[in-house]
Nanobody, 129 residues
Framework: QVQLVESGGGLVQPGGSLRLSCAAS????????IAWFRQAAGKEREAISC????????YYAASVVGRFTISRGNADNTIDLQMDSLKSEDTAVYHC??????????????????????WGQGTQVTVAS
């Protein structure tokens, strides 16, 4: 089973930026899609962004569109989440996740259709002054 480890969380003031990274124990290109989720205290888990490994199609939740950017990291086994213009309501534990089904050899696969079955432990992001 692929292992995922998130990093980059921390305390930042409102309006600031953070860059999260997710490192996998195997090549991310083997799988269908990768996503970032978050869960704030007392709230349900929220899917905030994902990227498909078939066509690099992306998705952003309305709460983060225009502020967050998902991208492939410098290594073949990493995926990043650039978070700008952070707000207090962005405070949460952020998890990356993978749909571990093999990437199809042809056609496209929307990352919103993925079944995410491998998860990292998460990294805390706190936005406060």
């Amino acid at each position: 089973q692929v292992q995922l480890v998130e990093s980059g969380g921390g305390l930042v003031q409102p309006g600031g930026s953070l860059r999260l990274s997710c490192a996998a124990s195997s090549l991310l290109s083997d799988y269908r899609a990768i996503a970032w989720f978050r869960q704030a205290a007392g709230k349900e888990r929220e899917a905030i962004s994902c990227i498909s490994n078939t066509d690099d199609g992306t998705y952003y939740a309305a709460s983060v569109v225009g502020r967050f950017t998902i991208s492939r990291g410098n290594a073949d086994n990493t995926i990043d989440l650039q978070m700008d213009s952070l707000k207090s309501e962005d405070t949460a534990v952020y998890h990356c996740a993978i749909d571990t089904r093999r990437r199809p050899s042809s056609g496209t696969f929307p990352c919103r259709d993925a079944r995410y079955d491998a998860w990292g432990q998460g990294t805390q992001v706190t936005v406060a002054s």
